[in-house]
């Protein structure tokens, strides 16, 4: 049972490149988020998708694009990328509202924008 | 705007002491506050969590303290170990009804060191 996979896991890229991340569940869950996560910040919600088929913008989502492709996967895409989204990138999933709250998150993608 | 507040960014403690990590909420619509432990190189991992119907909740070494009225949550490990040295957060949900669909708020962190 692999949970939540990330891929890749390091990334670095040049300022204006776009790229996507992949993120995938195997545990049947409806929701899955996208967080960022940079020292002192703790992690920032970029965007969510509350089900199949929804998303919605977190509290961070300037630069990013996400795609609910199917209930297993969930990517997030950067168009144009630029140093300030250097960052540790987590996908998570959880059942769905109201239901087993507890968050899986994956291993995280390190991404370096130079 | 920082919704939950964590204090203190880093801490160092000696094998057997207490490690205690203190967060503090404004929004009084959060009712599930779970504190997320993180070792290098890995994602977070639910450790504990408490919903505000209790002002206590402890598994193993670990403990949830909750003060509904001063907004704030704290955690403590007793009896740290070497192990234990990670970096936690805490969080806050607001996890039923509403469109929020379980976001979670995180703390900024606390990197916690014990020393053998």
């Known amino acids: 049972n692999a949970g939540v996979t990330q891929t890749p896991k390091f990334q670095v890229l040049k300022t204006g490149q776009s790229m996507t991340l992949q993120c995938a569940q195997d545990?049947?869950?409806?929701?899955m988020y996208w967080y960022r996560q940079d020292p002192g910040m703790g992690l920032r919600l970029i965007y969510y998708s509350a089900s199949e088929g929804t998303t919605d913008k977190g509290e961070v989502p300037n630069g990013y694009n996400v795609s609910r492709l199917n209930k297993r996967e969930f990517s997030l895409r950067l168009e144009s990328a630029a140093p300030s989204q250097t960052s540790v990138y987590f996908c998570a999933s959880r059942a769905g509202q109201g239901m087993n709250t507890e968050a899986f998150f994956g291993q995280g993608t390190r991404l370096t924008v130079v | 705007q920082q919704q939950v507040k964590q204090s203190p960014q880093s801490l160092i403690v000696q094998k057997g002491g207490i490690s205690i990590i203190n967060c503090a909420y404004e929004n009084t619509a959060f009712d599930y506050f779970p504190w997320y432990q993180q070792f290098p190189g890995k994602g977070p991992a639910l450790l504990i969590a408490i919903r505000p119907d209790v002002s206590e909740k402890k598994e193993g070494r670990f403990t949830i303290s909750f003060n509904k009225s001063a907004k704030q949550f704290s955690l403590h490990i007793m009896d740290s170990q070497p192990g234990d040295s990670a970096t936690y957060f805490c969080?806050?949900?607001?996890?039923?009804?509403?469109?929020?669909?379980?976001?979670?708020?995180f703390g900024q962190g606390t990197i916690l060191t014990v020393h053998p």
């Open positions: 969080a806050a949900k607001k996890d039923a009804g509403g469109t929020s669909y379980g976001k979670l708020t």
């Open positions: 545990m049947n869950h409806n929701s």
